[in-house]
């Protein structure tokens, strides 16, 4: 049976690793391949890891201590950190051939093939205040598993037999709905958006009177 390949994880931005997170990942990365009888040739590598990773625990620790002027310092360190992870990551990929068990020995993630995913469930505790500014709606929910993003469509209340929707894109939980009519109140639902085209639309929200 042949073997199937994958790919080596490289995505190490803000949204999947915060700055503790990341170090700690330097560190696994570092004791999973010291030693590492796959990957012989790397130890040069590692001892450029050990040093960006230092570095940047120590501009972090500045940091909690409210030293907030070594941010850009802080913020390139973390550039530098990134950068000899990707290369250890690219080398890995080459070395390993995409066999599965020798990249995770290396302690880096690997890319997982997504699963067909069908229809969404349906948002709940949608929940609509005034917003921030005057003419504006403040809409919230909980996420949806599996939701890349979500429709919000609205309309001034009560619902007629003319009525059309408006309908936005939010990519988080909550978005503020603007330039909306004074004194009216809005019908508000929310979908998840996922790969199924199918959209289920939470309950009808009635929000109050715009201000």
């Given amino acids: 049976m042949v073997m199937k390949k994958v790919k080596i994880s490289i995505d190490l931005s803000g949204h999947n690793f915060s700055d503790k997170e990341l170090t700690v990942k330097a560190d696994y990365v570092l004791i999973s391949l010291t030693g590492n009888p796959n990957f012989p040739t ?98 919230t929910w909980d996420s949806v598993d599996h939701a890349l993003s979500y429709e919000v469509r609205f309309i001034i209340a009560p619902l007629t037999g003319t009525s059309i929707f408006t309908t936005v894109t939010a990519t988080k939980c909550s978005i503020i709905l603007e330039n909306l009519d004074l004194k009216e109140s809005y019908l508000i639902q929310v979908a998840g958006v996922g790969s199924d085209p199918t959209r289920v639309w939470s309950v009808a929200v009635i929000s109050g009177y715009v201000s």
């Fill in 42 to 139: 790397l130890s040069d590598l590692l001892v450029v890891l050990k040093t960006k990773n230092d570095n940047f625990r120590s501009l972090l620790a500045q940091m909690e201590e409210g030293n907030r002027k070594v941010t850009p310092e802080k913020n390139q360190a973390r550039e530098d950190l990134e950068k000899v992870l990707r290369s250890l990551a690219w080398k890995i990929q080459d070395i390993s051939d995409g066999d599965e068990t020798m990249i995770k020995s290396s302690g880096f993630d690997i890319n997982r093939t997504p699963s067909p995913v069908g229809v969404l469930d349906q948002p709940i505790n949608v929940v609509v205040k005034q917003g921030p500014n005057s003419r504006s709606l403040l809409v």
